[in-house]
């Protein structure tokens, strides 16, 4: 019985792995749509959650600040998709994000990312955008299962070596 239920687990994990992936697709496809435009700069706005929906906004921007086109991605499961946001194309992001009109208009997880994502502009245009926003990378040994998983280990290392 622990078996089986090792098993499913196991495979529940594989699954939503191989479906991420392809939630990455489309992420880059859809990224690499918005590079294609010629804009200046694509802005990544995010506001990730683990167990509601999270939500991940793509701005593209002219020289100005102006919005060539958005796209949002929002949804709790690996099924979610990038949808395009046509009410922000054409607006400038600095006066967007200090709008409150505009903004109480949004849903709040939207709205979360687009200030996040002006929040990475104003940063990147007075160079105080640090080096860790960046870096992408994330090192899965890192992560909060793999550390208390260590320290049991070690403990128990500890405690057989004292016997």
């Known amino acids: ?12 994990f594989l699954l939503q792995g191989l479906l991420g992936i392809f939630q990455i697709k489309n992420f880059s496809k859809n990224y690499r749509e918005l590079r294609l435009l ?3 700069r694509i802005l990544i706005g995010k506001n990730p959650k683990r167990f509601f929906s999270g939500t991940l906004m793509l701005i593209a921007i002219d020289d100005n600040g102006n919005i060539k086109e958005a796209r949002l991605m929002q949804g709790v499961t690996v099924f979610a998709k990038f949808k395009s946001v046509k009410k ?6 600095a006066i967007l994000a200090a709008d409150y009109q505009e903004l109480s208009k949004m849903n709040r997880l939207t709205r979360q990312c687009l200030l996040n994502a002006y929040k990475t502009f104003v940063d990147f245009k007075t160079k105080k955008l640090s080096a860790s926003a960046y870096d992408t990378s994330k090192n899965v040994f890192n992560m909060p ?3 208390k998983v260590s320290l049991l280990i070690n403990n128990l290392k500890m405690s ?3 016997n």
């Open 1 to 12: 019985m622990i078996f089986l239920i090792g098993l499913f687990i196991v495979s529940a």
């Open 38 to 40: 010629g804009a200046y």
């Open 88 to 93: 922000l194309q054409n607006k400038n992001i």
């Open 145 to 147: 299962l793999f550390t």
């Open 160 to 162: 057989l070596s004292k």
